[in-house]
């Protein structure tokens, strides 16, 4: 079996790591951290898995090596312990922003500050096997797409891999649940305050924006403009993004473009249908999978094609993504333990 | 294999299919109506109209 750690497990992402962990055939959970909660058992912070583990959380202190080690800390700590987590896993999966920009000047822009040790960001591989897999495959350590990058970029990648938009012209609305707030209550989070609210979050600006250029420009400067927008749900996100063709293609071609980037792959599914209550990606339909479902539709009036793509945020946009490229790391088979296939009706 | 007129997947007719018969395709779930036998040809089947407050 393989020896798996989870620092920082107290949190949303941390639990869904848990969740997957503990399921998968070919790991086993050695031992996950929470400063606050060391010495509780799981179920203290994760009530789902109460009777599923006699697992208890530990101080980061007395974490021992292991085959793999999963870092689900907030922004920043991974880097500034970063000596001490490299010394205790060969493989490593950061789950948060630090390792995710390829540039540092990139990441001084969005982030406000330099990054304490630039000289490792080229040693992570941006972790969505879509468009990394084989690098996945070879890679040591690995860091997730952010969940809203992740859902913008599984939808625009195949028109831009194909350079079929005008590239300063990219605007992404992205609506999102409670749940990437994050665990820790604050006085917006309150209920009385959240419940029914529609809250633009981030009109301009958003530190995702940096990953989606990264993701998606191809030698030649783009410009994405990204507004995320949190509503009244707990999981999901779910990216609008509207591109404006260079050239004139049909609905018929679009269709051609995508089925050519997402034929193989096992967790991206093309959802555009004429009928039905779920005619193009819904989250809800998406609690607790590994799937992004993709859909478009180009306007008859004009060159705007409008890509909808949907996406549990704590699964394929943070645990199910590391889960996965955990599997491609270790050479096992790429859907291991990410079969479930959702609830209906939810 | 013929193409799916919406999305180009490939539709399978099936054996004994006759005219005006319905069938989904497979990539994109459009209902299709069989049209035309030989050649098989495709179209899109009628929907029910529906107003979402437009």
Known sequence: ?346 | MNACPVCGGGVNLPINAVLSELLDCGECSSELEVISLEPVRFAEAPLEAEDWGE
């Open chain 1, 1 to 346: 079996m393989i020896r798996a750690s989870i620092v920082g497990a107290s949190g949303y992402a941390g639990g869904e790591l848990l969740r997957l962990l503990l399921a998968h055939p070919e790991i086993e959970l050695a031992q996950v951290t929470s400063e606050r909660l060391a010495g509780k058992s799981v179920g203290r912070a994760h009530p789902n898995l109460r009777g599923v583990t006699s697992l208890q959380f530990s101080s980061l202190e007395s974490l021992e090596p292991c085959d793999v080690l999963f870092l689900c800390l907030p922004h920043g700590e991974a880097v500034e312990r970063f000596e001490q987590f490299s010394s205790l896993a060969e493989r490593i999966i950061d789950s948060s922003a630090d390792f995710r920009l390829q540039s540092a000047s990139l990441y001084a822009k969005y982030y406000g500050k330099e990054h304490p040790r630039p000289q490792e960001l080229g040693e992570f591989v941006y972790g969505i096997p879509e468009i990394h897999r084989d690098k996945i495959r070879d890679a040591r350590r690995v860091a997730c797409g952010g969940c809203n990058a992740t859902a913008s970029i599984l939808g625009l990648y195949p028109l831009y891999r194909e350079n079929l938009v005008e590239l300063d012209r990219t605007v992404i609305e992205v609506k999102v649940g409670s749940s990437e707030a994050g665990r820790r209550a604050t006085s917006t989070s309150h209920h009385p305050e959240r419940s029914g609210s529609v809250r633009a979050f981030a009109p301009t600006g958003h530190r995702h924006t940096a990953e989606i250029v990264q993701s998606l420009e191809n030698g030649v400067p783009i410009e994405v403009h990204l507004t995320v927008t949190s509503v009244e749900m707990v999981r999901g996100a779910v990216a609008t993004s509207h591109v404006f063709l260079n050239r004139d293609m049909s609905e018929r071609d679009l269709w051609g473009v995508f089925r050519a980037a997402y034929r193989d792959e096992p967790f991206i599914r093309l959802i555009k249908e004429r009928q039905g209550s779920y005619r193009y990606p819904d989250p809800k339909l998406l609690a607790g999978t590994n799937f992004c479902d993709v859909g478009f539709e180009r306007d008859r009036d004009s060159s705007r094609v409008v890509v909808i793509s949907a996406i549990d945020n704590l699964m394929k946009g943070s645990a199910g993504q590391a889960v996965q490229c955990m599997n491609l790391m270790l050479g096992l088979d790429e859907t291991t333990g990410l079969s479930f296939p959702g609830l209906h009706p939810l």
